[in-house]
């Protein structure tokens, strides 16, 4: 068990500072679960109260005393709710605040309401671009928790060969597949920030259960076990021939890394095979041209407008009727973080430090889906890939 | 794969508009998840418009095909986005509402503002208490559904005969189960509706950590993998005459059961066995006493009450510091549903078809935790177990 470096948190407060200082916030209150992993390096019941300047304080419910143990931050402080922090403000001399960030995108609105009965002459923004803007910067530390959800993800890639077989369900090989990583350290949660973001590990479906549309907002859907979660693995079983699509992603210390491979048992058909091969030329191009300071809708558009003039439009992405917005996304604590490589994103630039996943897909309706997905990193030694999984399709006898 | 027949989906808003009516409410959208499973039948990313009286409208962004196919509701109605709704209304021949109930508890700010801003000049309020009333009262169809998953739980505490061993690491014994249930149809998500909940099938852990307090609104909490999730099963060895954990939710076609054992390699000390034996006393104490037209609070005091004359005021449902504030949870679609069999509740009622997990647990810390749970029914023809595992302490040779 790894805990984070009290630097790493000193300087991630310092940067969300900074933001806030740009923004004109007198204080941020950090609520939810990911952010707080990030700014305190524990997840407990409370709040991270972080003032423009000075020293942020984790006022903790539940439980103090851990958080004092998995904490690098110097003030942990008990409460028992959040009707004592106009009080532990006094008792620290910080000034009530005026302008409050929170986390909008996330809070409910119920809880939203008892912040501003709490500060009934404060305003409220949404802290969670300027925390999102922070997050999007991996530091070192934090690249090499993700290289290890990248050996995970590979020893998962590696056991798919040895499960994947003809009669054998989806649903067999995704507990055959989940049971590996968790063997392995995977904590078994994955953390995903948009409302009503159901995941678990990843989608794993073949043949026709893999061109299936879902709510998902992801490229590939499935059918899932039931139309409570209908999405991922199914009862459908493999068959020669067709696409095995292993979308799975790592998780070691709460850093994510997301990977897709693509499986037949025989040979695939001749459109699928090429489909494969278009969706690596997309994966060559985008290496090719990213780099720091394209803006993201740009790298979006790139690759987009290839793949529509490979003869792609009714099956990138999605099939019409379907299609996702986005060809990669960020992740690191959050499967669904800064940079999205995605349809509109022009005013946002790429920069040193960010990772991503990129994930050029086609679905065929009736037939299934195929494409590929690796992490990548924005060094400053250049552009690097996480995942090191073979690129190749893999043929199974 | 079940589909809810469309006579329990027309049941369950006709209760709602009841409520409605009742609360002077002239519509209400359903946005999250497990309400819109409970709603519609599926999981679709879209919007439930429900009026105050006549049909409601399912409006599906994706995938609208598929909420056809799944759906028992008359109306699905394909849309963009929210801002489709008053247009749809309009075409509906349906009235722009003035007092609109939203899912205050869980919808994020930034939903709701948007839905402020689609009806300026409508009142907004919580409807998620009059969501809650609908679904706590089970029909036969979704006590079938949970019976299900009962015989889930059963056939994870038999695997667990065979897999705890002394020496394992309790992940090791958590990986086991999960895949046990994961081939069983369990679909890998457990849905809990409060806000920052995380949960991964349960709560499996050992000796010293089973006494951890952990951020989960649970009264036993374990050190996890990692401080990202620090909660569940971590990787503690199983030693001789400790006792080991493993409280699980089945999960069948996307209902629930509640379910804790507790398991001894070797002999448990008098003092965890004493402690059983009372924690099984206040379990038997519950059954005796509980009755419709009973307050949640009332059942809760009286349990409580025994627990502390008992001597485990420092011990029941958490150490002291770390206890919580319920001994029982309502659960179907979700974990943590109404009724709440907790302090406080002296205004709710206990009324027939409502289903509840009851887990009296005391907690000893620098030595282990012990406990039981299972899930009961207060059925028209009286109090029932859902769970049936047997209660004995499980002791392995």
Known sequence: MRLTPAVELEYRCHKLQEYM??????????????????????????????????????????????????????????????????????QYGYPLPKRIGLELDVLPVNFYKRYCGLFPNADFSDATPLVRKVRMIKSHYEIHLMKDAADQVDLVYRRAREVIRVGKTDIDVAAELEYAARKDGHQGLIRMRGFNSDICYGQIFSGTDSAVPAYADTPLGGMGLNPSFGQGAGLKRIEAHEPVIIDFAGCVDGYLCDQTRVFFVGKPSDRLRHAYDDMLEIQALMMRVVEVGMSWGTLYDICQSRAVQMGYADNFMGATGSQVSFIGHGLGIEIDEYPFIARGFHHMLLEEGMTFAFEPKAVFPGEGAIGIENTFYLSNEGFKRLTHSADELVILN
Do not use: C, H, W
């Open 21 to 90: 200082q740009s923004a004109l916030l007198d204080a941020v209150i950090i609520v939810q679960n990911a952010d707080l992993f990030y700014f305190t390096g524990t997840v407990q019941s409370g709040n991270l109260y972080v003032p423009a300047s000075g020293q942020p304080l984790y006022l903790v419910r539940k439980d103090a005393g851990r958080a004092r143990m998995e904490s690098g931050l110097k003030e942990v402080v008990p409460f028992g709710s959040i009707k004592d922090i106009p009080a532990v403000l006094a």
